[in-house]
């Protein structure tokens, strides 16, 4: 295959790709409101705005990968990924490889120690991919193990309780929104409500905020409430949207 139909092949593939499994509107939201759940306080808009561009291309290049190691339930549950066919996963491959040395590479250009923190993550879920990639309940957690890794290193790479919580509180939130896409029954109500409080307690940190844990109370128990008496024990985007949003609210009181 010549070059300029190399280019012409992965171009098609990215674009179809990004079609069919990377919305960029949705996941720019997405990626807007995982830099809300890192915040420790109001930033100057150019950190937020650098803290944006690693959490959205993290999100595409981990998008990929995850892609990638789900071929086995994928091409069971999703056969319309043709790009998991035995005939195209060697192309497939060979493109997030490329894309994933690029993005590490941007990222070895902007700041050592976070290429350094993504690539071990990326090593460390591709052999727990490796290992379980035939056992659908691991798989739909070794995912979720990229997000309180990508807020610890948007905050700094701090080891204070406060980030280390939120980096809990953003696995919770993701763990809780897999919940309720995946259980969409009543009698799984009171699992929920538990998830959400846990959810509240790790982001808002009310023990710490003096006067201020009345706040945090009032948006733990509006969680609940939501999940308890409104049709939010549905809706799987409810725990990435509300607590990301009242966690802005928080700071923005605490001034």
């Not at 490889?97 to 460390?124: D, E, Q, S």
């Amino acid at each position: 295959m010549a070059i300029s139909e190399k280019f012409k092949y992965y171009s098609g593939m990215l674009i179809q790709y990004i079609t069919t499994r990377f919305g960029i509107l949705k996941f720019a939201g997405f990626a807007v409101l995982l830099c809300f759940l890192g915040l420790t306080k109001i930033p100057e808009w150019r950190i937020f705005v650098e803290n944006f561009i690693v959490i959205f291309a993290s999100l595409f290049a981990f998008r990929l990968l995850d892609d990638v190691w789900s071929f086995y339930l994928d091409r069971i549950h999703h056969p319309a990924r043709t790009y998991l066919l035995p005939q195209n996963i060697r192309k497939f491959i060979f493109f997030v490889g490329l894309v994933i040395l690029v993005y590490l590479l941007g990222l070895f250009c902007f700041l050592r120690f976070l290429a350094i923190t993504i690539l071990i993550l990326f090593l460390v879920s591709t052999v727990f991919y490796a290992v379980f990639f035939k056992v659908k309940s691991i798989m739909k957690i070794i995912p979720l193990v990229k997000y309180p890794v990508l807020i610890w290193c948007i905050s700094g790479f701090s080891v204070g309780t406060e980030v280390l919580l939120l980096c809990a509180g953003a696995f919770f939130v993701m763990l809780t929104s897999d919940y309720i896409d995946g259980n969409k029954s009543t009698n799984t109500l009171n699992y929920k409500i538990l998830l959400i409080l846990i959810t509240g307690i790790l982001i808002f940190q009310p023990w710490t905020k003096g006067l201020g844990q009345i706040t945090d109370v009032v948006f733990i128990s509006i969680t609940v409430l939501l999940i308890a008496f409104t049709s939010m024990d549905e809706q799987a985007n409810f725990p990435v949207i509300v607590f990301p949003v009242l966690h802005i609210f928080d700071l923005i009181i605490s001034l």
